[in-house]
């Protein structure tokens, strides 16, 4: 009985154990240490060019983004949609002024058309830009008057009028004169916009 390999057998079979033990050592000791190791790099590589192409591209488009930010800059500088002041005050105040303006060009008579009252409100409306309000109440002609309305309505920058209440009223002494005249009691709300964030919109920037 042979319990031993021939020796060409046992030559093949050391052979063929030499070649896995050699697979073995690549597969563990070189391709996970080493080749994988240089794939992974390769396929970071491969990543990072494509990112800074993203990246190029972009910066490439940079003078075209500038001049387009350098359009709509001018274009909101004569945007006649705002009033051309930066804050409440200074733009409730501006608005008081052109609203005299406006008055006096169309009755330079005070006995004909005279402004009452007015007076600065901030608004609660919910709008996406700042209202600056001015609640004014005149004492006025009827012709005066519409001049004065159409005025405000076609000026630049835009203004609005809202809470328009027109009273007709009687027994207004004229001075110097012995009878008494007819006058309308008008009363209205005078506003326009700033380029500052409203009420809702300023609130929704403060939360976290």
Request: contains cysteine; aromatic residues 12%.
């Amino acid at each position: 009985m042979q319990f031993l390999p021939k020796a060409e057998n046992s030559r093949f079979l050391a052979l063929l154990l030499a070649v896995i033990a050699a697979a073995l050592v690549y597969l563990f000791g070189v391709h996970w240490w080493f080749t994988e190791r240089h794939l992974e790099i390769a396929s970071e590589m491969s990543d990072l060019r494509d990112q800074y192409a993203r990246f190029k591209a972009k910066a490439d488009q940079k003078p075209l983004i500038d001049r387009q930010l350098a359009d709509v800059r001018a274009f909101e500088a004569g945007n006649p949609a705002f009033l051309p002041e930066g804050d409440f005050d200074a733009a409730a105040a501006g608005l008081t002024q052109r609203l005299k303006q406006i008055v006096s060009s169309h009755a330079p008579d005070p006995q004909r058309c005279q402004i009452i009252m007015n007076q600065y409100s901030r608004s609660t409306e919910p709008d996406p830009f700042e209202r600056v309000v001015i609640k004014v109440r005149l004492r006025c002609d009827l012709e005066p008057f519409a001049g004065i309305l159409y005025d405000l309505e076609s000026a630049s920058p835009v203004l609005f009028i809202e809470e328009l209440a027109i009273f007709r009223q009687q027994g207004y002494l004229v001075p110097g004169q012995n009878k008494l005249s007819n006058y309308l009691d008008i009363r209205f709300d005078l506003f326009g916009f700033i380029r500052k964030p409203g009420p809702a919109k300023a609130a929704e920037g403060r939360k976290p």
